[in-house]
């Protein structure tokens, strides 16, 4: 039986630990060089590590990056904390969160080959090598979904997907871009 790309994935996502997906054409995302600049001025992370601007590209090529495929998987994962103004409790569920999106990642890689995968942004190593060594561990880097200049908020109201919980609940966007 030969199945499309949408029904392979939906044959291994339970396999994971997401909480909602939903499938996307590159043309239902929703692009803003706009975005960029909350990268530029509200982030600490801007111009301090492998995974963030400006060292990805610049907004024109992330974006062009980003062109290369015609598919994307958006994915959340859930997480109950004690409140989401716990620092340390959204922290884990962050860390726990990208282990999902890196091993959801290797498995699309498995099916159709190069991904290109944007997250919440790195969290693999403590203190990131930037810029006085390369990256440690460059096969586990992804960098945020912003970056790439992606309104993820209203990518994923136009998707369906809820992202509105209480204040003990705190939700995580991925997405994985690839090729059928």
């Known amino acids: 039986m030969n199945l499309n790309p949408t029904e392979r994935i939906d044959n291994f996502i339970a396999d994971f630990p997401v909480c909602e997906y939903v499938h996307l054409n590159r043309s239902d995302l929703v692009f803003s060089e706009k975005v960029r600049f909350i990268c530029e001025t509200e982030?600490?992370?801007y111009g301090h590590s492998w995974a963030c601007p400006p060292v990805i590209g610049t907004i024109t090529e992330c974006m062009e990056r980003c062109k290369r495929?015609?598919?994307?998987l958006l994915f959340t994962t859930a997480a109950d904390v004690p409140d989401i103004a716990d620092f340390q409790g959204c922290l884990n569920a962050r860390r726990d969160h990208e282990q999902?999106?890196?091993?959801?990642?290797?498995?699309?890689?498995?099916?159709?080959?190069e991904t290109l995968t944007l997250t919440t942004g790195c969290m693999t190593c403590d203190t990131c090598a930037y810029p006085d060594s390369p990256?440690?561990?460059?096969e586990q880097r992804f960098a945020t979904i912003e970056s790439h200049g992606i309104l993820?908020?209203?990518?994923?109201?136009?998707?369906?997907?809820?992202y509105n919980f209480d204040g003990h609940t705190v939700i995580y966007f991925?997405?994985?871009?690839y090729n059928a």
């Open 100 to 113: 999902v999106s890196l091993e959801l990642t290797r498995r699309m890689q498995e099916e159709f080959g």
């Open 43 to 45: 982030c600490s992370r």
């Open 174 to 177: 991925s997405l994985i871009f």
């Open 152 to 162: 993820i908020m209203q990518t994923a109201a136009e998707a369906g997907l809820s």
């Open 135 to 138: 990256c440690r561990h460059p």
């Open 69 to 72: 495929f015609s598919h994307a």
